[in-house]
């Protein structure tokens, strides 16, 4: 893959990249915080008041955020796992809601790999404000929607020869 | 008590890493939230292990833990983190890392790791009372090693 093809015109991911991912995705989301998730649909996602947001950009072949929205009670869920705390500071939520963005883009970037793109991640933030366009993704799960929106895109290949 | 350091910018991974070293044994004497400061603690505390993240703010533990081994051979290095790339993993091994684990990980097998990390340092670093003198061949039994063997 082209990794300096910066005068190329970005392409929106594939379908089949976006399914190699959100099937990692969904299994991460079970072995990270026992959440069961069911894609739901396709669609422009709002954060709202009880989610936290957060985005990690990719760099390389493949380039743009991957923007999480998490129900407070997932990201608290994380939490209570990793601290073996069954009752965890509310406040500590926001840390919940960052590493499991970082787990499950770190996890799901092995879907990207897989398909030839060679690219690296960056540090969570928490996002604020309206969610950038893209292909959003909505998953039920018991403790609300999991919202992602996959705002990446590739660089062609150069043709070889 | 062998000693460690932390180094993840998630509080609460470093809050879990430590009960986990605990658990393993080990008394941690610092942490960082950043690959920036991994070298300078190294110095002070020369730790009997570190355990790194790979996507932190500043240096990334990957280039961190080439450069920490790459000055210092005889530093243990467990990578705790969330990236599974082969690129990644290639780059950490390359640069003599033993140890990765990927999160989420069960505390269980972290601390399986840690204690079998630190039980191969132990065995590679000669005790000092059987430590090879310089006109024994180089391989050959010390004392202590032949009353072991039975010689």
């Known amino acids: 893959m082209a990794a300096d093809s910066s005068s190329e015109l970005p392409v929106m991911l594939g379908a089949d990249v976006v399914d190699g991912f959100l099937k990692v995705v969904l299994r991460y989301l079970r072995t990270t915080v026992g959440v069961d998730a069911v894609i739901a649909s396709l669609g422009a996602p709002t954060a709202e008041s009880q989610t936290i947001a957060v985005a990690l950009d990719f760099s390389g072949d493949v380039r743009g955020p991957v923007t999480w929205v998490f129900p407070r009670p997932i990201a608290l869920e994380l939490v209570r796992r990793l601290m073996s705390d069954p009752d965890p500071d509310p406040d500590s939520a926001t840390d919940g809601a960052t590493e499991l963005a970082n787990i499950l883009t770190g996890r799901a970037s092995e879907a990207l790999e897989d398909r030839g793109f060679h690219c690296a991640i960056g540090v969570p933030r928490v996002h604020v404000g309206e969610l950038p366009s893209g292909v959003a993704v909505r998953m039920d799960t018991a403790n609300g929607p999991i919202d992602v929106v996959l705002s990446m895109s590739t660089v062609p290949a150069v043709p070889l020869g | ?151």
């Open chain 2, 1 to 151: 008590m062998p000693s460690a350091i932390i180094v993840d910018d998630s509080p609460i991974m470093r809050a879990q890493l430590r009960k986990q070293l605990a658990t393993a044994g080990f008394s941690v004497v610092a942490e960082a939230g950043n690959g920036d400061e991994v070298m300078a603690l190294y110095e002070l505390h020369r730790p009997d292990l570190v355990t790194l993240d790979i996507l932190m703010p500043g240096r990334d533990g990957a280039s961190v833990a080439a450069e920490l081994l790459a000055r210092y051979p005889g530093a243990n290095v467990v990578m705790c983190t969330s990236v599974s790339t082969r690129e990644k993993i290639e780059i950490c091994r390359k640069a003599g890392v033993k140890y990765y684990l990927l999160k989420p990980f069960r505390a269980e097998a972290a601390v399986a790791v840690f204690r079998r990390a630190l039980a191969k340092r132990t065995c590679m670093l000669p005790r000092f009372d059987e430590a090879p003198r310089f006109d024994e061949p180089p391989g050959a039994p010390t004392a202590s090693q032949g009353d072991r063997y039975g010689r």
